[in-house]
């Protein structure tokens, strides 16, 4: 018989591989800004949501607040990295305007989480109390990094195009969802099911999107 807890650790392994691009995704879309020097119509929504929610998620993966998830905390290393050179490069290449926006929005992130991981480390004593705390701000980050793309989607709907909605990114985030919730589900972990469970199916909304608007395309 399988053991679950082997099960789990491929899943596992296979979620930080699709995570990984995830975060890569949108690699071809910052190719373009850079060649074209402009954001064009993109939003930095995603990005700004997703630098929290790594942010979060690597809290949460430690050992003194939820055990056995290291996993999780590696993999949300990496894309925390990569989401701040995407967001660097957005920044470069933005309008006065959504410099400030950005710049607003990253200091107030900054400030959110060091407030979190010094009422978790000096406020909470016990492992569980710990992960209860992370785990329903980690769900909340989550839900926000995924339904993100909510203001590309209104405009694909608008434009009747698919062209600031790339179908890469689009794609992995279904897939990324679907995996974590399997790895939750193993080892049943509320605070990875909720979210990511959200997550698949925002995955789901933006794939009809593209075929719907791809088609007229």
Same mark, same amino acid.
Request: aromatic residues 14%.
């Given at each position: 018989m399988v053991d679950p807890n082997t099960v789990r650790n491929v899943i596992g392994i296979i979620g930080n591989v699709i995570s990984f691009g995830l975060f890569l995704s949108p690699v071809r879309t910052f190719i373009r800004i850079i060649k074209k020097k402009s954001v064009e119509q993109?939003?930095?929504?995603?990005?700004?949501?997703?630098?929290?929610?790594?942010?979060?998620? $690597?809290?949460?993966? @430690?050992?003194?607040?939820?055990?056995?998830?290291?996993? +999780?905390?590696? #993999?949300?290393?990496?894309? !925390?990295?990569i989401e701040i050179i995407y967001i660097s490069i957005f920044f470069?290449?933005?309008?006065?305007?959504?410099?400030?926006? $950005?710049?607003?929005? @990253?200091?107030?992130?900054?400030?959110?989480?060091?407030? +979190?991981?010094? #009422?978790?480390?000096?406020? !909470?004593?016990t492992v569980k109390i710990r992960t209860i705390f992370v785990g329903a701000l980690c769900v909340a980050f989550n839900i926000i990094m995924y339904f993100s793309p909510l203001t590309v989607m209104k405009m694909v709907i608008k434009t009747k195009s698919v062209k600031y909605m790339p179908f890469g990114l689009s794609l992995t985030n279904f897939l990324n969802g679907a995996c974590w919730t399997a790895y939750a589900c193993i080892q049943f972990d509320p605070w990875m099911v909720i979210p990511n469970g959200l997550g698949t199916f925002s995955g789901v909304i933006q794939l009809t999107l593209y075929a719907i608007y791809y088609k007229i395309n």
């Open positions: 993109f939003k930095p929504d995603p990005y700004i949501a997703t630098i929290l929610n790594c942010a979060m998620w $690597i809290l949460y993966g @430690l050992p003194f607040v939820h055990q056995n998830n290291i996993l +999780v905390a590696t #993999i949300n290393g990496v894309g !925390l990295g470069i290449y933005s309008t006065s305007g959504t410099r400030k926006r $950005i710049s607003i929005a @990253l200091i107030v992130e900054v400030v959110f989480f060091l407030v +979190v991981f010094f #009422i978790t480390i000096k406020a !909470l004593h």
